[in-house]
């Protein structure tokens, strides 16, 4: 299943580094989105993004800064992120945002030393 | 805000034995939606249920939406291994609203 691509699929980083998050869309959707997905956790809404515009910011820190430069693209730009921001990251997909079902990336594990 | 809760967490079943996860939601919803994750994989969607009382099924497994449209069901018959995963339900508030996720039920297949 290639519809949602994401790199990289692993990620290390200090507390001190900046790094991006890459995520592409193949599926003509216009609905972007960002999730945290920790242990013991449901899956945490970050970030919501329709026809490029950010429709949704669900209170997260400024460490982590979301780009959507067209509807086939989102990145997550992270810098001097916490060791609790060590998660998996999905980005997902979805025709228009409010009713119709995403469709995941692979995800990124992201380790935060 | 909207709460949706799962239960069981964990199911562990022997291969051939039935298995249920049942999703609450503290709001009425509009839609609910079911997604499975494979160990080490991503959601991968399954099902979207709209109507109150809905009943569909799948092959093995028959997804039920509530009369109240507060709780939701996902049923699978003779568990294979195969099924292996993480269920997750994924409730909407209202048409246009962001999705809720449950925790998830995590099911094990002894086979």
């Known amino acids: 299943e290639t519809g949602v691509t994401q790199t990289p699929r692993h990620l290390v980083m200090g507390m001190t580094n900046k790094k991006s998050l890459k995520c592409e869309q193949h599926?003509?959707?216009?609905?972007m989105y960002w999730y945290k997905q920790s242990a013991k956790k449901p899956l945490e809404l970050m970030f919501v993004y329709n026809f490029k515009e950010q429709t949704e910011n669900n209170s997260v820190p400024s460490r982590f800064s979301p780009e959507c430069p067209n509807s086939s693209h989102l990145f997550l730009h992270l810098h001097t992120l916490q060791p609790e921001d060590s998660a998996l990251y999905l980005c997902a997909s979805s025709q228009v945002t409010g009713s119709d079902e995403q469709y995941f990336g692979p995800g990124t594990r992201l380790t935060v030393t | 805000g909207q709460q949706v809760m799962q239960i069981p967490q964990y199911q562990h079943v022997q291969e051939g034995e039935d298995f249920t996860t049942y999703c609450n939601s503290s709001?009425?919803?509009?839609?609910i939606q079911w997604y499975k994750q494979r160990p080490g994989g991503h959601p991968v969607f399954l099902i979207q249920l709209v109507k109150s009382g809905e009943v569909k099924k799948q092959k093995r497994l028959t997804f039920q939406f509530g009369e109240a449209k507060k709780n939701s069901s996902l049923h699978i018959t003779a568990t294979q291994t195969t099924d292996v995963g993480t269920y997750f339900c994924a409730g909407r508030e209202t048409s246009g609203s962001r999705l809720t996720f449950g925790e998830g039920t995590q099911l094990t297949v002894n086979p």
């Open positions: 599926l003509g959707h216009n609905a």
């Open positions: 709001t009425t919803l509009s839609n």
